[in-house]
């Protein structure tokens, strides 16, 4: 089946400080990824929809310039938590649907933000 | 606006025993898929079925089957004879075609333990 990675699994930050998240699919093209954060026994929420070329669309709340994305490739696309606070602290899932079968989506195996 | 309601926020069973979660979802889209994924505690979400809206025939894939009823709006999923290696959170999902892409509205997951 289709592969998403990231990178990295898990960081420890200080707050202030800018954190970047890598979204790979290593085995095909994704022209559009999605980002989730999940709080502890919480359920997936999304956050934004990151667009290869173009500018990402970000879900009501979520602020566009705290959370960066940027989709430079077919299989890359990064989110840069800025500026980070003990808030942003979370579980950060992307994912991407195969080209052709737009319907399902492969997740990654999600990064793990501590902001101290 | 799409919705997905799963009402068990926690599920204990003993090993063997069989368990049903529950899944309602909301959408007026007359095309739309329906999905389970089961996340563990190491936090990767694991895809383990679609269904299209046009598509009500259930389907069995070893211990685990899935029951949709688009009369009632809901999408169960069974798993017979549980082993502990089930137990995890499971998220229902919901995503409609839009703009080119498929987001994913998920449930707020149920927990499911199983004991040995």
């Known amino acids: 089946g289709a592969v998403v990675s990231q990178h990295p699994s898990r960081v420890i930050c200080k707050s202030g400080t800018s954190v970047k998240i890598e979204c790979r699919s290593l085995d095909f093209q994704a022209t559009t990824m999605f980002w989730y954060r999940q709080f502890p026994k919480k359920s997936l929420m999304l956050m934004a929809t990151?667009?290869?070329?173009?500018?990402?669309?970000?879900e009501q709340g979520v602020e566009k310039d705290k959370f960066l994305i940027n989709h430079a490739s077919l299989t890359l696309s990064t989110l840069t938590v800025t500026s980070a606070h003990p808030e942003d602290s979370s579980f950060y899932i992307c994912?991407?649907?195969?080209?052709?079968?737009?319907?399902?989506?492969?997740f990654g195996p999600g990064t793990r933000l501590l902001v101290l | 606006a799409q919705k997905v309601t799963q009402a068990q926020t926690e599920i204990s069973v003993v090993e063997k025993e069989d368990v049903t979660l529950d899944c309602v979802y909301e959408?007026?889209?007359?095309?739309?898929?329906l999905f389970w994924y089961k996340q563990p505690p190491s936090g990767e979400l694991v895809f383990l079925i679609r269904?299209?809206?046009?598509?009500?025939q259930n389907e069995i894939s070893g211990r685990y089957s899935w029951n949709f009823q688009k009369s009632t709006s809901s999408f169960n999923f069974t798993i017979t004879a549980s082993q502990v290696v089930d137990s995890a959170v499971y998220f229902c999902a919901l995503s409609v075609p839009g703009a080119g892409s498929y987001q994913l509205t998920f449930g707020k997951g149920t927990k499911l333990s199983v004991i040995p």
């Open positions: 269904r299209n809206s046009f598509d009500e």
């Open positions: 990151s667009n290869e070329g173009s500018k990402a669309t970000y």
């Open positions: 959408t007026r889209d007359t095309t739309y898929y």
């Open positions: 994912s991407a649907p195969l080209a052709g079968v737009v319907e399902t989506q492969y």
